[in-house]
């Protein structure tokens, strides 16, 4: 088993797109070797890389703590659909709350709490 953390760290989108497709292309019924990966880039999800359940995304509950949830577990996602539209629309979760509670300086006039979603 490989374990990357943050995959596409100083490395373009193609590279590790190419790098990824290298990995399943050598992979076959006889290879029990797996790969387990995190990554912040979108455009690493794709269905023509990636099977529905091959892919998860983080989502952090109110408490504090995180969950993984499976894109198989979203039924109206199918297999011939871009879901990194619906993942960047909120609608398959993982989507960060930033939360801005103070001023960035005292001669700044922003509300002192703004909230992006």
């Given at each position: 088993?490989?374990?990357?953390?943050?995959v596409?760290?100083?490395?373009?989108t193609?590279?590790t797109?190419r790098?990824?497709e290298?990995y399943?292309?050598s992979?076959?019924?006889?290879t029990r070797?797996?790969?387990?990966l995190?990554?912040?880039d979108?455009?690493?999800m794709?269905?023509q890389?990636l099977?529905?359940?091959?892919?998860?995304v983080?989502?952090?509950?109110?408490?504090g703590a995180?969950?993984?949830?499976?894109?198989?577990?979203?039924?109206?996602v199918r297999y011939d659909?871009?879901?990194?539209?619906s993942y960047?629309?909120?609608?398959?979760g993982g989507?960060p709350r930033?939360?801005?509670?103070?001023?960035f300086s005292?001669s700044?006039e922003?509300p002192a709490?703004?909230e992006?979603?």
């Amino acid at each position: 088993m490989f374990v990357i953390d943050e995959v596409d760290r100083s490395l373009h989108t193609l590279l590790t797109r190419r790098l990824l497709e290298a990995y399943l292309a050598s992979c076959s019924a006889d290879t029990r070797s797996q790969l387990l990966l995190t990554t912040h880039d979108v455009l690493l999800m794709d269905q023509q890389l990636l099977r529905r359940d091959e892919m998860w995304v983080a989502e952090r509950k109110p408490s504090g703590a995180s969950t993984l949830v499976s894109f198989a577990e979203f039924k109206d996602v199918r297999y011939d659909k871009d879901i990194r539209k619906s993942y960047l629309q909120g609608r398959l979760g993982g989507i960060p709350r930033i939360l801005l509670n103070s001023h960035f300086s005292e001669s700044d006039e922003t509300p002192a709490a703004m909230e992006l979603q």
